[in-house]
């Protein structure tokens, strides 16, 4: 079963839990900048309750792993386009101003924030968000062991199914040797009909001959009578 200590500890088992973004928003709203897909320190830190300052120690001392999952620092024209971008896309309250850095900015995705979530120790939501991630994870895990049982009885009633079909072959051999058997017989027998059907086309034919033969023989006869009469 998957704990917490070991997702806190493990970088392998966190990068295994990186595309549940959905569990920070199970948590808590997540407020983004105008573009919807970064935040900065400052709101990744109001997000968990904690201060700033705990937010860049942690990434100070994971920012290989922060950065695989997100993290940039923006500086000079870089850090100017993303704020003309972002004001292109600005729409706060009445007064209120897009907040601009002045010489660096770091940016978080969701990634990241969950990455921040699964290190951060000393925060209530951070804490809420790996109990989440570890109820789903243990529930999935649950399912498979319970798929992999049914999977193995379904095996065991193959197996049995794969005995019956070994003893019911020898039986399916002789059925088909005596359909084969039969299939011979039938074409020996269509053979014979064929023969005797032309058998009975010839006596047909000398049938009609006979019929005009008796029919020349009694026209014969009447002539003969006739000429008989005469005399």
């Given at each position: 079963m ?19 973004v ?11 900048l105008p573009?919807?897909i ?8 109001r ?27 923006l ?12 004001l ?8 209120q101003?897009?907040p ?23 925060s ?11 109820d789903?994870?243990?529930?999935l ?16 009633c ?8 070994q ?10 040797y ?15 009909v ?9 006596m ?21 009578r ?6």
């Amino acid at each position: 079963m998957l704990t917490e200590v070991a997702l806190l500890e493990s970088r392998a088992l966190r990068v295994e839990q990186m595309g549940r973004v959905d569990a920070l928003d199970k948590v808590k709203g997540l407020v983004m900048l105008p573009d919807g897909i970064h935040v900065r320190t400052e709101d990744v830190a109001r997000y968990f309750g904690v201060s700033t300052g705990a937010v860049k120690k942690l990434v100070q001392r994971h920012r290989a792993e922060m950065e695989e999952n997100g993290l940039k620092l923006l500086r000079g024209a870089d850090l100017r386009t993303f704020h003309g971008d972002m004001l292109s896309l600005w729409s706060g309250e009445e007064g209120q101003s897009y907040p601009q850095a002045a010489t660096q900015l770091t940016l978080y995705t969701r990634r990241t924030v969950l990455n921040v979530a699964m290190l951060l120790r000393d925060s209530d939501i951070a804490r809420c968000v790996r109990t989440y991630l570890l109820d789903a994870e243990n529930e999935l895990r649950a399912g498979y062991v319970s798929l992999d049982r049914r999977v193995t009885r379904v095996e065991s009633c193959l197996a049995g199914v794969g005995t019956a079909l070994q003893e019911l072959g020898p039986v399916l051999d002789r059925m088909s040797y005596r359909l084969d058997s039969l299939d011979r017989r039938l074409d020996a027998t269509n053979q014979v009909v064929g023969a005797i059907s032309v058998r009975l086309c010839d006596m047909a034919d000398d049938i009609v001959r006979i019929d005009t033969r008796m029919d020349d023989m009694a026209q014969g006869l009447k002539d003969l009578r006739r000429r008989r009469h005469r005399c």
